[in-house]
């Protein structure tokens, strides 16, 4: 990969590598404005995705070119409804905006996305960023939906209102867009908005000190104003603010003198703002009065119905789950049928050997298992980008904020909880949309116990040859309701350990709800494409480094030391004997003790070890050990409920091993990615490796634990257990 | 460029007429009075649209409620509306 000469680190994109951007733009907007859709729009496929820098809060930057040639670098911040709430989020874009992030990211231009439906709320935030000393255009997104709402912007007026430049745009259709760019350009050079309202020369006295001793840190005058106004009703640690001497004096000073001149300190912010509001819309908008219920209202009374509402609710993730196991099976048997071929034709077009044994069995095997599963984490991400941009995502929140509290948790949770269903990493990053940190550790220390997408190959695998394919009622079978179960064993167990870690070492109060319904709409195609390309690019990456090195490591590992090739036995006898004689079988071997009690053999043993940092390696350990090439899905299958013990002769695997082991893996926590994105969103350093390790820890006793209890109970209820 | 703030308070609400948010009913039209939660739920509640003097709809009572404010509608759970301070203005 090239480098950008841009000093922010993974801000490279990929084509537009040789430039420095003409342009920097930011991009800024309420949660549901259409924000992500129209930063897809201006930039396509041309995203890099990244965290910023020390926090997880996920960094998007992309980049178009005008018809020039010049290039444009964007950067998505994340949503928010101000700048002044002190969320993770919020904090990231003060500090973008502000030029104090740690990526030395300033943007030219900051690009404020505006709801126009939702016209009064947005342009709160939209006056605080004016007042911070960049230029900024405001696209007024969704015009085509305000009109149907019977709203009517006069644009000119808010132009002048103000004072940047406004241009109207429909995101999912693109319309305004080239307007939209060619504003940006011609805006760059435009003197920096100020605020348009003045506060009573009594407040502006009574803050003066504590402007003082911003600016005298280096903040531009118009920004210390707003900052200072900001302040009287924040009280977090703030990181952008950390080192500003005398700040706390200051506020203490400002709230002081505020409450001294007969103003209530902690409201004048939005007071301020929206009397000055109340005033810009009043010249602008224009409602017609509704008189007949919204297509919003309707459906509400059906989504949050008391009876229809959780109905609607598990039916719908029903079809979900239905759909990502259906429809996925013809895609994937294509790619392993792919794969297979591939491998036939390189493996007759090598000459017999090492090399060839590596590129076969290892890199095509190992990486071929992992990159079948990608079909289903693309239908996953579409359907949950869908729920999303739909706006039934917070509708589900609402519904099952009840049974959230129960365990000292609140609706928001439900969504991180609902993605750790695709993996765990952007369930895990979802967190951050929670503001209290104790119900975040919490919801980030359970999202690994929801079944990922990593657990569909161990579960498919022995599911398929373990459990008879006998159908328990029409349309349910047998197999299907086992993997619903053990869905539902993580999830109702991530429910548990909620509770418990907020009783015990996150003990705290449990924080209200607070969550905005957005209205319904159609998601946009294009935007949606682009989000799950994003997601299947991220996992691919992830199968080409990763999981490709793992099994180039674990052939290498199950290849040597060589055994003298013995030609009077069979050939599996000799795959046995060669496999038990490398490194992995001494490996699994050690192991053995551990797993015994559990009802596993070495091998198991073995492939749960080389899975310690990617689950899905579990089945293409269990490939190469059979030799098989696990894009051969049933011929493994046949050789798993073929095996026979060595001692005994009987099955070395019975059902009852299978659903420990699927035990083990609904608990476990087997991810690399997942213990990194904890470490950093945990709080990175010492305190994020302490709960990283809190959680692998727990998670594997309960492993073991259930995995036992689950393969003992079996025992004596009359199951055969292993040879 | 106008001076936009007066002195507060700008609204004096009768104390005999002011209820809590969570004792209205559905389709209740009302003012905000106070926001007597803790300073961050109430920083994130005027971001969102639901500060002193703005008029609140009542959509949805249960455990939580949910109402439209400014245009928007939110879901707030239940220990919070018992802390948000209303005017009922008249029956939708």
Redesign the interface.
Known sequence: MTTVPVPAPGAASGDAAATAPALRVAIIGNPNTGKTTLFNALTGLRQRVGNFAGVTVERVEGAFRLDDGRRVAVLDLPGSYSLSAGSPDEQIALEVLLGRDRDRWRPDVVLVVVDAVHLERNLFLTSQVMELGVPVVVALNQVDMAADEGIRIDVPELIHELGVTVVPTVAKTGEGLDALKRALFASATLPAPVRRFSLPPTVDAALAPLVGVLEADGIPAGAARMEALRLLSVRRHEVHLARVPGLDSGVRGAVDAVRAAGYNPERLEADARYAWIGQVTGRVLQRRERVAPSATDRIDAIALHRVWGPLCFVLLMAVVFQSVFTWATPIMDGIEGVLARVGEWIGARMPEGELRSLVVDGVIAGVGSVVVFLPQIAILFAFIGVLEQSGYMARAAFLVDRIMRRVGLHGQSFIPMLSGYACAVPGIMATRTISDPKDRLATIMVVPLMSCSARLPVYTLLIGAFVPATALVPGLGLQGAVMLLMYLLGTVTAFGVAALFKRTLLRGPARPMILELPPYRWPGMRSLGVSVAQRCRLFLQRAGTVILAISIVLWALATYPRLPDDPSLPEATRQERQLEHSALGHIGKAIEPAVRPLGYDWKIGVSIAASFAAREVFVSTMGTIYGVGSEDDRALRERLVGERSAVSGRPAYTPLVAVSLMVFYVYALMCISTVAITVREAGGGRLGWRWAGIQFGYMLVLAWVAAWLVYRGGLALGFAGAG | ?????K????FQPDPATTCALAACEPGIRARIVA?C?G???????????V????PIEV??R???M?VNV???????????TATITVQPLALA
């Open positions: 460029m106008t001076t936009v703030l002195p507060q308070p700008t926001l939660c300073s961050e739920e109430a920083c994130r509640l005027r971001a969102l649209g500060s002193e003097g703005a959509i949805d249960r455990h939580s949910v400014r245009g928007t509608r939110l879901a707030l759970g239940s220990p919070l």
